[in-house]
């Protein structure tokens, strides 16, 4: 039995209790023994919403272990893996202590403010022996899958193009994310999701070229939009915009043009259209990324087996690509070298 400890009650955190829950019911081996929080009123229950509905009130509070503090979660439970859905200024911190304890940890996106925080992340992993797995949910979304099969099979042949997008109101479900040196702002935070898949998708582009303004004072950059350079010439582009007040609440797309044909994600829907024949709609899963990246997860433990999909090594090159589009956005959209 895998015992598992929270740390975090926020949105995410509670959409992934949610999938503990389910995970246990449909018999996985593994048990959320403990969560943790520094504010009492989540650890009973009061849910906060984020940009997608994922949460429900069916949850048992009363059948959890309650910590406000990480140290004594560590010194009292007896735990083989924890899930931290913290503000990202605490990802560092907070995955070095416990897997210092000796313990498998799954941070959640972005993994950390910086490529240095990444690095000791990495190397506080390696010497432990324990596996560190960065919770980029596009990763295992079943429309970004679909477009990950269509890439590395040549399906269509080679790309051509491609343009990746998210928006969605200013989030409020916690201050520090319009705080720039806790959250990094839209860039950091939400763009990192499309920069991720680029980067999945195709290696790390060699340039970039980000043009970003700050909206939101204190904020960090509120909209964005990079140029991706690659050494086959493919045009690539992504943007985000999280000032989108209203009624727009949330969106995330695709367009990818291959040689032979295109694959369209929008309103939820993927559509292909080969060059030849009529367009269809794969058949894909209803469920979430987040179900399909926590099962994973579990399973590599349980089976003890490295989570290759999402390396720590792979997730910190998203990282090295936000700070290239950071120094890009700073110098007025200047052509920014990826290290």
Not at 63 to 84: G, W
Not at 101 to 111: A, D, I, N, S, W
Not at 255 to 274: D, I, S, T, Y
Not at 298 to 319: F, G
Request: glycine share 8%; hydrophobic share 40%; charged share 20%.
């Amino acid at each position: 039995m895998l015992r598992i400890a929270l740390i975090g009650l926020g949105f995410m955190g509670r959409t992934h209790l949610e999938i503990y829950t389910r995970l246990e019911a449909e018999g996985v081996p593994i048990q959320v023994v403990a969560i943790c929080d520094l504010d009492v009123e989540k650890l009973e229950g009061r849910s906060i919403s984020g940009n997608i509905d994922t949460v429900s009130n069916g949850l048992d509070f009363t059948r959890y272990h309650k910590y406000t503090s990480v140290a004594e979660l560590l010194e009292k439970e007896q735990l083989d893996a924890v899930d931290i859905a913290l503000p990202t200024f605490l990802h560092k911190e907070i995955s070095i202590q416990c897997l210092n304890h000796g313990l498998h940890v799954l941070c959640e996106k972005p993994m950390a403010m910086n490529t240095e925080e990444c690095k000791e992340m990495i190397q506080a992993a390696e010497e432990k022996g324990k596996q560190l797995m960065i919770g980029q949910c596009l990763r295992f979304w079943p429309a970004y899958e679909y477009l990950k099969g269509l890439v590395d099979n040549n399906t269509y042949g080679k790309v051509s193009n491609g343009y990746f997008y998210r928006g969605s109101s200013t989030p409020n479900w916690g201050e520090w994310l319009l705080q720039k040196d806790k959250s990094g702002g839209a860039l950091l935070d939400m763009h990192v999701h499309d920069i991720d898949v680029i980067n999945w998708l195709f290696g790390k582009p060699e340039a970039v070229s980000c043009l970003a303004r700050n909206v939101i004072a204190g904020s960090g950059y509120d909209l964005v939009s990079t140029n991706y350079r690659y050494e086959d010439g493919k045009v690539l582009n992504a943007q985000v915009d999280w000032t989108l007040q209203g009624d727009y609440g949330f969106d995330m797309q695709y367009r990818v043009n291959f040689e032979l044909g295109n694959a369209v994600f929008q309103g939820g829907q993927l559509k292909v259209n080969p060059n030849e024949g009529a367009g269809f709609t794969p058949e894909l899963s209803e469920d979430m990324g987040y179900y399909f990246e926590l099962k994973y997860f579990v399973e590599a433990l349980i089976n003890e087996q490295p989570t290759t999909r999402a390396q720590p090594a792979s997730t910190m090159e998203s990282i090295q690509i936000v700070e290239a589009e950071i120094e890009s956005a700073d110098q007025q959209g200047a052509w920014v070298q990826v290290k």
